[in-house]
T-cell receptor
Framework: GENVEQHPSTLSVQEGDSAVIKCTYS??????FPWYKQELGKGPQLIID?????GEKKDQRIAVTLNKTAKHFSLHITETQPEDSAVYFC???????????FGRGTSLIVHP | NAGVTQTPKFQVLKTGQSMTLQCAQD?????MSWYRQDPGMGLRLIHY???????DQGEVPNGYNVSRSTTEDFPLRLLSAAPSQTSVYFC?????????FGPGTRLTVL
């Protein structure tokens, strides 16, 4: 089955800095890579995703890059703000299976 | 739309007790799933369903049962609770690969 590794487990940055979270996956058949944000006391929520036919996708201050050859993908957050503080999960799946495998999560702390 | 709802929000059980965690969605999604979240372990899949009447096991199914009699509801049953089942449980429904999570149930087994 699929195995997703996520690093780092904790990331502390100053407000305004950039943050990068990296994930690797094992199944070359995976073609859908979402990122979820989980705020304290809430369920995870999709913030951005990328499919294997695209190398990079941006949405305002967040971007995701994908390297299918190396089987890794990353989340980039620029100009971080305190409200970006949360746990972020990467995931991988075969599109259409609807059942992703999640990484272990990264706790992002943005200091004002 | 209420989205995905879960009840209860908090629950304390004694070892050996049984209970059902409720999950409902009003988005008419065919796919639903249950995850448990433990510190440092991420989200691990317990059971999932691809439609009414169809369920299958995920990564950590032992100690849990599910059924799916309607599209809307997907309850998770603990037949004999154990301290190892202390966790936060999330229900999710899926559409077009996106998972929509409920607010979670925090379960403590003493």
């Amino acid at each position: 089955g699929e195995n997703v590794e996520q690093h780092p487990s904790t990331l502390s940055v100053q407000e305004g800095d950039s943050a990068v979270i990296k994930c690797t996956y094992s199944d070359s058949a995976s073609n859908y890579f979402p990122w979820y944000k989980q705020e304290l006391g809430k369920g995870p929520q999709l913030i951005i995703d990328i499919r294997s036919n695209v190398g990079e996708k941006k949405d305002q201050r967040i971007a995701v890059t994908l390297n299918k050859t190396a089987k890794h993908f990353s989340l980039h957050i620029t100009e971080t703000q305190p409200e970006d503080s949360a746990v972020y999960f990467c995931a991988a799946s075969k599109g259409g299976s609807y059942i992703p495998t999640f990484g272990r999560g990264t706790s992002l702390i943005v200091h004002p | 739309n209420a989205g995905v709802t879960q009840t209860p929000k908090f629950q304390v059980l004694k070892t050996g007790q049984s209970m059902t965690l409720q999950c409902a969605q009003d988005m008419n999604h065919e796919y639903m799933s249950w995850y448990r979240q433990d510190p440092g372990m991420g989200l691990r899949l317990i059971h999932y369903s691809v439609g009414a009447g169809i369920t299958d096991q995920g990564e950590v199914p032992n100690g849990y049962n599910v059924s799916r009699s309607t599209t809307e509801d997907f309850p998770l049953r603990l037949l004999s609770a154990a301290p190892s089942q202390t966790s936060v449980y999330f229900c999710a429904s899926s559409y077009d690969d996106e998972q929509f999570f409920g607010p979670g149930t925090r379960l403590t087994v003493l």
